[in-house]
Structure formats: structure tokens, C-alpha cells
């Protein structure tokens, strides 16, 4: 899996089926956890992450897209909340 961290701090994933399996899995830490943090999202992808990443995510993930770009795909997240 190919990943790149955009300056907007959006993931890029290489494939389609990279992004639905980041979805999916961070739509399986919401249900367990109750959110998911963005540290969640980079470790999912395989980014670093800093102390402040799992201090923001969040609660629900209905209705994310993913929507291509000229890099690969992106998942549509809601703007991030603290947690």
C-alpha cells in the first residue's frame, strides 16, 4: 500500500480497494470504541503520528465516500473533532 500525506492532511491511498479497506476498518474501531482517531487513520495507512493525532477524530462515519484524485483515492472525512 502507497500512501502520501498531503499538506490539507488528507491520505492518499494508491488503490480503490486500499481506500475501502481503511474505511471499513476505521468504520470497525467506531463501533468498537465509539470513534476513531485520526492516529487511527495513520496507522491504517502506515503514517506517523504525533501525541495531538489521537486527540481528534471521530464518532461516526456514515455516508464517507471515497472520491479519486489525480494521486489515488481519498476517503471524504468530515472535518475532524476533538475527542
Known amino acids: 500500500m502507497t500512501t ?3 499538506p490539507s492532511q488528507e491520505v492518499v491511498l494508491s488503490t480503490r480497494k486500499d481506500a475501502e479497506r481503511v474505511l471499513e476498518a476505521l468504520i470497525d474501531v467506531v463501533k468498537r470504541y465509539s470513534n476513531a482517531t485520526i492516529q487511527d487513520l495513520y496507522d491504517l495507512t502506515g503514517l506517523p503520528t504525533t501525541y ?3 486527540k481528534w477524530g471521530w464518532t461516526s462515519l ?3 465516500q471515497i472520491k479519486q484524485v ?3 483515492y ?3 472525512l468530515p472535518p475532524a473533532e476533538e475527542i
Open 4 to 6: 502520501t500525506q498531503s
Open 52 to 54: 495531538v493525532h489521537h
Open 62 to 64: 456514515e455516508n464517507i
Open 70 to 72: 489525480e494521486n489515488g
Open 74 to 76: 481519498v476517503l471524504d
